[in-house]
């Protein structure tokens, strides 16, 4: 048995654990089984589990090649650094499923990854921002996901806009992508338009406005296609589908 709560419901169930990483509008399954339940023989775990991946799975919008190649990497890199992420997730009241899925987006878990615009490292930090942190070896993995923890954490904290935990959290993804300084004049601009306070404003009201409102003038680099409002909202979207299968392998 399988129930969906969203988030706004979340608060209803007493056996759900809290935290400020539960995010998006983002369904969280509450299974009548869990893989650690050691009442359950070996083969109801599998079972268990099995289904729990499968219903995970099933939430993200990514092909089957994408998964695939998700499933690999997990295997061949996350692995090497889990402990990190679960320290740095833990020092930072995070979800560490949450940060790793960020990584994923920035870097496909490649500590050595490197950008056009000289980003660098797991979280793709820039240099001004790594410096703000205390990271001064962006390419040490250790360093940067420290430094991409304490980096979400102090978004989440400081983004005083969302009718949800989930919404703020959505901004805040936004905001690391796109960058802090334009998500705030965004969300001002939406107060204006749509007559609504901060803590009235959704993830959804954002993510149109970047799709709608900004496109025409923010372009990327000189891709006529690909605009920033645009990759903030997909930015968002992945990281979202890249939780829901660190979920879903993490029960085995």
């Not at 809290?18 to 339940?37: E, G, H, K, P, W």
């Not at 499968?54 to 994408?66: A, D, G, Q, T, Y």
């Not at 990584?103 to 950008?115: L, T």
């Not at 240099?127 to 205390?134: C, D, E, Q, R």
Request: aromatic share 10%; with cysteine.
């Amino acid at each position: 048995m399988v129930l969906i709560i969203e988030v706004n419901q979340i608060k209803k169930i007493k056996k759900i654990r809290i935290n400020r990483t539960i995010f998006f509008v983002l369904s969280v399954m509450i299974f009548t089984f869990s893989c650690s339940d050691q009442s359950l023989n070996d083969e109801q775990l599998s079972s268990s589990c099995a289904n729990t991946k499968e219903k995970l799975w099933s939430l993200s919008n990514l092909s089957e090649f994408e998964k695939d190649k998700f499933n690999l990497l997990y295997q061949e890199r996350l692995l090497s650094y889990i402990d990190e992420f679960k320290e740095a997730a833990k020092l930072n009241n995070l979800d560490w499923e949450l940060l790793a899925a960020i990584a994923f987006q920035e870097s496909q878990w490649n500590p050595k990854a490197r950008s056009a615009t000289q980003v660098k490292g797991m979280m793709m930090l820039t240099l001004p921002t790594a410096k703000s942190l205390g990271v001064d070896n962006r390419l040490d993995p250790v360093q940067s996901i420290n430094g991409g923890a304490s980096y979400i954490a102090k978004l989440i904290d400081e983004i005083n806009f969302g009718t949800s935990t989930g919404d703020t959290i959505s901004i805040a993804l936004a905001a690391y992508n796109l960058g802090v300084g334009n998500i705030n004049r965004y969300l001002e601009e939406i107060q204006i338009n749509l007559n609504k306070e901060n803590f009235e404003i959704t993830w959804n009201d954002l993510s149109s406005f970047l799709t709608e409102e900004v496109n025409h003038n923010e372009l990327i680099g000189n891709s006529k296609n690909y605009k920033r409002g645009i990759q903030a909202v997909d930015y968002v979207t992945r990281v979202k589908d890249y939780y829901y299968l660190i979920l879903g392998l993490g029960c085995n």
